[in-house]
């Protein structure tokens, strides 16, 4: 039997607010424990909510950027359990009335697109923390978490492999930083997924039993605990077990996931609307407000790319990994034409990606800025030097040795173009080589190849790698 996997993922993304949803007390990071929670977050007795603005502009911010419906109002539910780490003994969160509804995500897997849809998208608080390894015996609780701001992301059952998971993770990862609306460091849990899988056989329509493996905090624990997941049930029902709804974990170091509980069902939160907190209003200036602040979006820019310079909708989605990097590539290409637009789109995630990769840098820290990039790819354009010659150009120019036409000309780089002096060249090699000559014209075209050779060797690397084979070619038809 053939099966169907189907996939629903539950996103936590850390809104990037100074201080938390509901009191003042801030959100940094790698405080000591206990430090950054004030009286609401730890839950003494007669304190008030108070919304933080900042959360709700970035919950609709994204909204809009997932061409989402913005709820007026949204109301905040009490998710009552208990935990040691929930002082409250309850979750503030959203359950009917979210404040996001709808909208979708769009991803490229392979070369084809495919669209994600959003079920919801939630503002709430998140809980404490239990350290369970610091202590023999005892478990310490860190509370500076708690009332952080997050927002809770919902998909359709839409996805249909562990690619597509992870294809959609890293685009919606590279949405809420491109909108500043979440800082995305999965390290520090500022963006985690819960991964809801099932499948079924092929071909049907109903739903399999689901069990949603939680926080998963990089892209490839994402892909192995579905990988492992979809095997593990699929075994199961094989063996002629049955799947039951459940919460599970997932293990990196033996790369299983494994049982945490079985699954609860809303009603056994008893949510209910929260007292503290009114319906959260919000008018369609505020809303139009937020729209106009937008950044221009990562798909219309890619649009812009591949319109205004020729690139292909891959060569795009590289470009638009992050606002720096389009923006980065929108400053080399300005004013070119599709051959400099493609040639520093090539640049860009080829030589310059791997220099920034292998040192740890960001774009923003580049060695090399986009106009001195631009500077570079003009000489490769105008035939001054070639791709190769390019290369150590680049490499000088990352060195610090300066831009492209004073190490250009420092180095003797200058690529001969002169058909005139090219053709001097070809003469004398096509002479010395006779043997070659008459195996070409035998028909191995390997013999072309060693003939180019010869003439850049004998240009010492300098001649137009074009021209050389033009006029080759055209002397030996002759
Ligand atoms: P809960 O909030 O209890 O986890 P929801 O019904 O809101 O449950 O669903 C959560 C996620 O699980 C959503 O992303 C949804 O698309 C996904 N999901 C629901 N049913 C299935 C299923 N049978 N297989 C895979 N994913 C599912
Ligand atoms: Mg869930």
Same mark, same amino acid.
């Given at each position: 039997?053939?099966w ?6 539950e996103?936590?993304?850390?809104l990037?607010?100074?201080s938390?949803?509901f ?15 004030c ?5 003494? +007795?007669? /304190?008030?909510?108070?919304?933080? !603005?900042?959360? %709700?502009?970035? @919950? ?5 950027a997932?061409? &989402? ?23 503030i969160?959203?359950f009917?009335? +979210?404040? /996001?509804?709808?909208?979708?995500? !769009?991803?490229? %897997?392979?070369? @084809?697109?495919?669209t994600?849809?959003?079920?919801? &998208?939630h503002l ?26 997050l927002?809770?992301?919902v ?6 492999s562990?690619?597509? @998971?992870?294809?959609y993770?890293?685009?919606?990862? &590279?949405?809420v930083?491109w ?6 460091n ?21 739903l399999g039993?689901r ?15 579905i ?14 077990r049955?799947?039951q709804q459940?919460?599970?974990?997932f ?19 008893r ?9 959260l ?10 729209r ?12 812009q790319?591949c319109a ?5 909708p ?15 590539f929108?400053t080399?290409a300005?004013g070119?034409?599709?051959k400099?637009?493609?040639?520093c789109a090539?640049?860009i ?5 791997a ?18 990039l ?21 490499d000088?120019m ?20 002169d ?7 070809v ?8 043997r070659?000559v008459?195996?070409?014209k ?9 003939l180019?050779?010869?003439v850049m ?13 033009d ?8």
């Amino acid at each position: 039997m053939k099966w169907e996997v189907v996939i629903g993922l539950e996103t936590h993304a850390q809104l990037s607010t100074v201080s938390k949803i509901f009191s003042g007390a801030p959100t940094a990071f790698g405080a000591a424990p206990n430090t950054q929670a004030c009286g609401v977050d730890i839950a003494l +007795p007669g /304190v008030l909510p108070v919304l933080n !603005t900042g959360a %709700v502009e970035r @919950a609709i911010r994204f909204g809009l950027a997932v061409g &989402a419906k913005i709820n007026s109002p949204s109301i905040f539910a009490r998710k009552n359990y208990f935990y040691p780490d929930l002082p409250k003994g309850y979750q503030i969160s959203q359950f009917e009335k +979210p404040i /996001v509804e709808g909208g979708s995500v !769009t991803i490229q %897997v392979g070369d @084809a697109e495919k669209t994600v849809r959003l079920t919801r &998208a939630h503002l709430e608080e998140d809980a404490g923390k239990s350290l369970h390894e610091d202590f023999r015996g005892q478990t310490g609780i860190d509370l500076n978490r708690a009332g952080t701001p997050l927002l809770e992301i919902v998909t359709e059952p839409d996805m249909r492999s562990a690619d597509e @998971a992870v294809a959609y993770a890293k685009a919606l990862h &590279a949405l809420v930083r491109w909108i500043d609306v979440c800082d995305g460091n999965m390290q520090e849990g500022s963006f985690r997924c819960d991964a809801n899988v099932s499948v079924r056989p092929a071909g049907t329509q109903e739903l399999g039993t689901r069990r949603e493996i939680k926080n998963l905090n990089s892209f490839r624990f994402l892909q192995q605990a579905i990988e492992y997941e979809v095997r593990w049930q699929i075994c199961e029902i094989e063996d002629g077990r049955t799947i039951q709804q459940a919460t599970v974990l997932f293990d990196p170091e033996t790369g299983e996931t494994r049982m945490m509980r079985t699954k609860e069902d809303a009603h056994d939160y008893r949510y209910f609307p929260d007292p503290d907190l009114l319906p959260l209003e919000v008018t369609a200036e505020r809303i139009a407000a937020v729209r106009d602040a937008m950044p221009v979006l990562p798909e219309v820019r890619r649009e812009q790319f591949c319109a205004q310079f020729g690139l292909t909708p891959y060569d795009a989605s590289l470009l638009t990994a992050s606002r720096e990097l389009a923006d980065y590539f929108s400053t080399a290409a300005e004013g070119g034409d599709e051959k400099t637009g493609k040639l520093c789109a090539n640049w860009i995630s080829g030589a310059l990606s791997a220099r920034l990769n292998e040192e740890a840098l960001d774009i923003g820290q580049s060695r090399v800025t986009a106009r001195e990039l631009r500077g570079l790819v003009d000489r490769i354009a105008d035939g001054t030097i070639s791709g190769k010659m390019a290369r150590d150009v680049f490499d000088a120019m990352w060195a610090g040795e300066g831009d492209a036409d004073a190490i250009i000309a420092a180095k003797g780089l200058k690529q001969i173009s002169d058909g005139g002096e090219i053709e001097k060249i070809v003469d004398q090699v096509l002479a010395a080589n006779a043997r070659q000559v008459a195996d070409f014209k035998a028909g191995k075209e390997k013999a072309f190849n060693s003939l180019v050779g010869q003439v850049m060797k004998a240009s010492r690397g300098k001649a137009n790698p074009q021209q050389v084979n033009d006029i080759l070619r055209s002397k030996l038809a002759g």
